[in-house]
């Protein structure tokens, strides 16, 4: 009995196993993987070999109009120090068996850059995009932004900060919508200035000592009328301070008269919200595909 008992962990382990990888194999087969593509010149002198990269993920099947698949950019989270596109690999091949072209990107993280320096690698990576998409399948006219915690707020800035993209080769905002995906950094000013929780201190890292960087790169000030469309999708457990700016930033674009798709999402803490998106018929999902019109 004994000896059963320490077989079956194993077993039940390894059934897992063969679940996720022939769950992935089904997802895979659809889809093709363009690995490590440069956003950013070689030449460039602030060029990052590791971080300056994308994954390109597109549907096999030829697009069913001449202009190509929707296309959305996917931003990591990871508190603006840590994370790799190579994690989120799930979430590419399931936008791909949908009729989507996805881009899963990578930027420099916090220390040695700062958040400005990331924006502008987000920037640029979507100005890449808009450039070369059309050979991957997907349409350049269809570009969408998508982030989780702090990936969700640079995706905000991209969608709100047409300075920001005018620096890095887009004199126009190509940006036809964003989702918000249990988004973290959309005002850092209110919560950087406040300092209400143990640790926030940490986050001077990415963002460092002056309140005017806090307030620019805090996509909520850059609200105003005609902005692409949001669809928000907030954990019912996650952190207060990702609801309550997340509610903030809902309350403004409705103010402009942009009243965006709100989702709380019940028992779902921080991390199990874009970890559910492992599930290509996931909540998430159906309001993207809406969306981007896939």
Not at 135 to 147: L, S
Request: glycine share 8%; with cysteine; hydrophobic share 40%.
């Amino acid at each position: 009995m004994r000896r059963f008992l320490l077989i079956t962990p194993l077993a039940l382990l390894l059934a897992v196993v063969v679940l996720v990888l022939a769950t992935e194999y089904v997802a895979a087969r659809p889809s093709h993987r363009t690995k490590d593509v440069p956003y950013v010149a070689a030449s460039a002198p602030d060029f990052d070999k590791e971080r300056h990269i994308l994954d390109v993920y597109s549907p096999k099947k030829a697009a069913p109009g001449a202009a190509g698949y929707p296309v959305v950019l996917f931003i990591h989270g990871g508190s603006w120090t840590s994370g790799n596109k190579n994690i989120y690999s799930f979430i590419g091949r399931r936008l791909a068996k949908q009729g989507v072209v996805a881009v899963v990107i990578n930027y420099r993280l916090a220390p040695p850059v700062h958040v400005p320096e990331q924006a502008a690698d987000c920037a640029r990576a979507l100005a890449w995009t808009v450039a070369n998409i059309k050979q991957y399948g997907g349409d350049p006219a269809r570009v969408f932004v998508m982030g989780h915690s702090a990936g969700g707020g640079l995706a905000a800035l991209l969608a709100t900060d047409d300075e920001l993209l005018a620096r890095n080769g887009l004199p126009q905002n190509p940006v036809r919508g964003a989702i918000m995906d249990d988004p973290a950094g959309l005002d850092m000013y209110n919560y950087l200035k406040e300092s209400k929780y143990e640790g926030d201190d940490k986050y001077k890292v990415p963002f460092g000592n002056d309140p005017a960087v806090w307030k620019e790169m805090s996509p909520i000030y850059k609200i105003k009328p005609n902005l692409p469309p949001f669809i928000f999708y907030i954990g019912g457990e996650t952190y207060p301070s990702i609801s309550g700016s997340s509610g903030r930033f809902r309350d403004r674009l409705k103010a402009t008269g942009q009243a965006p798709e709100y989702t709380i999402i019940p028992g779902r803490h921080h991390i199990p919200m874009v970890l559910q998106l492992y599930w290509q018929h996931n909540i998430i999902y159906k309001g993207l595909l809406k969306l981007v019109g896939a």
